[in-house]
T-cell receptor, first 112, second 114 residues
Framework: GQQVMQIPQYQHVQEGEDFTTYCNSS?????IQWYKQRPGGHPVFLIQ?????EVKKQKRLTFQFGEAKKNSSLHITATQTTDVGTYFC????????????FGQGTILTVHP | ETGVTQSPTHLIKTRGQQVTLRCSSQ?????VSWYQQALGQGPQFIFQ???????GRGNFPPRFSGLQFPNYSSELNVNALELDDSALYLC?????????????FGSGTRLTVV
């Protein structure tokens, strides 16, 4: 079945350092979504990427969708303590739009 | 606009019992999906309801069932609870069944089976 994998599993950074998490799918994706889950919280939608090679920015966050639409990345510039949490990528299950397969997430810790 | 609300927030059940979890979707959203999130894992898709009908199901046994009501709220029922059912159960609503604008998640119900 479809698998969505993320690396690294954990990332510890000093405040001000950059952070990147990578997402790889075993199948081509029609789109990919990114979510953030704060400790003890629930996933919060960040963004959806649809086009091959698409790059979107949200303030210090940069999201990329690979040319083959099988991988994606999230890069955070100059991390802040408010960036702490788990970042998940999620893609549609096969041709079932809207039914998401989540990666296992990257847990980001930011040391002040 | 109100977000997604789930009840109860926490629940402790005994193995073999049955449980019903409830979800009110965000105003204007007509699709509800349920996810199970074990500790340290990503959410796992259980099923989706669109226009009061099941519209896709993940790899969960039939003892996991659900309903969607005309006001788009939803229930998740789990029969014959097992210890491995202990997890955070998340409800997510969206406008349309394709989730093109992302999903709004509720705060979840933490189920512990003892």
């Amino acid at each position: 079945g479809q698998q969505v994998m993320q690396i690294p599993q954990y990332q510890h950074v000093q405040e001000g350092e950059d952070f990147t998490t990578y997402c790889n799918s075993s199948t081509t994706l029609s789109n990919i979504q990114w979510y953030k889950q704060r400790p003890g919280g629930h996933p919060v939608f960040l963004i959806q990427l649809v086009k091959s090679g698409e790059v979107k920015k949200q303030k210090r966050l940069t999201f990329q969708f690979g040319e083959a639409k099988k991988n994606s990345s999230l890069h955070i510039t100059a991390t802040q303590t408010t960036d702490v949490g788990t970042y998940f990528c999620a893609g549609p299950r096969g041709t079932s739009y809207g039914k998401l397969t989540f990666g296992q997430g990257t847990i980001l810790t930011v040391h002040p | 606009e109100t977000g997604v609300t789930q009840s109860p927030t926490h629940l402790i059940k005994t193995r073999g019992q049955q449980v019903t979890l409830r979800c009110s979707s965000q105003s204007g959203h007509n699709t509800v999906s349920w996810y199970q999130q074990a500790l340290g894992q990503g959410p796992q898709f259980i099923f989706q309801y669109y226009r009061e009908e099941e519209n896709g199901r993940g790899n969960f046994p039939p003892r996991f069932s659900g309903l969607q009501f005309p006001n788009y709220s939803s229930e998740l029922n789990v029969n014959a609870l097992e210890l491995d059912d202990s997890a955070l159960y998340l409800c997510a609503s969206s406008l349309g069944d394709r989730g093109n604008y992302g999903y709004t998640f509720g705060s979840g119900t933490r189920l512990t089976v003892v």
